[in-house]
């Protein structure tokens, strides 16, 4: 297991990675997708751990999304290994924020074997939990064996 702890100061951007974790399979992620540093160098991590298989992310809660990550997302979307092994996956603290249902939506798309997603609310939320999870049930999914779990309750 890898425990990696995302945090960018001033604005610097992680691009590219000097490796690939290539025997990465179990990863502990801590990052926000409220700025595109943030959401970009965890892309590119996510790209460069081509056998991962579990994911667990906590968000670190901004104020709101500062930019919109359509864009960003859509360029992942052309990348077929991205998230190919992956199949498990668990996000703490989801607020219902535009870029984390676009997260969400990319990799219930790329994960071609993902079994199940674990997503647990956090003490803010952009939105009912009925209207995120019928926006949920709308995503496409590369595995037909993946599941949705959720905890609507605050712990």
């Known amino acids: 297991m890898f425990v990696f702890i995302l945090q960018l100061t001033n604005g610097h951007l992680m691009e590219t990675l000097p ?11 801590w990052t926000h997708f ?16 081509p056998n991962l298989e579990e994911l667990e992310i906590t968000i670190d809660r901004g104020d709101s999304d500062e ?3 359509n864009a960003v997302y859509q360029d992942t979307q052309l990348t077929d290994a991205f998230c190919a092994n992956l199949q498990v996956v668990k996000i703490d603290d989801i607020g219902w924020l535009p870029n984390e249902m676009c997260f969400i939506e ?8 993902l079994l199940t997603t674990h ?24 595995s037909p064996h993946a599941q949705v779990f959720f905890n609507g309750e605050i712990e």
Do not use: H, Q, W
């Open 19 to 29: 490796c690939t974790f290539n025997n990465l399979k179990s990863l502990i992620l």
């Open 119 to 142: 997503l647990r609310l956090g003490c803010l939320s952009s939105k009912s939990n009925e209207d995120a999870l019928c926006e949920l049930m709308t995503y496409r999914r590369a």
């Open 34 to 49: 409220c700025e595109r540093p943030a959401i970009l160098s965890t892309f590119c991590l996510l790209m460069n751990a």
């Open 67 to 69: 930019i919109e990550a």
């Open 106 to 113: 990319l990799v219930l798309s790329k994960a071609k074997v």
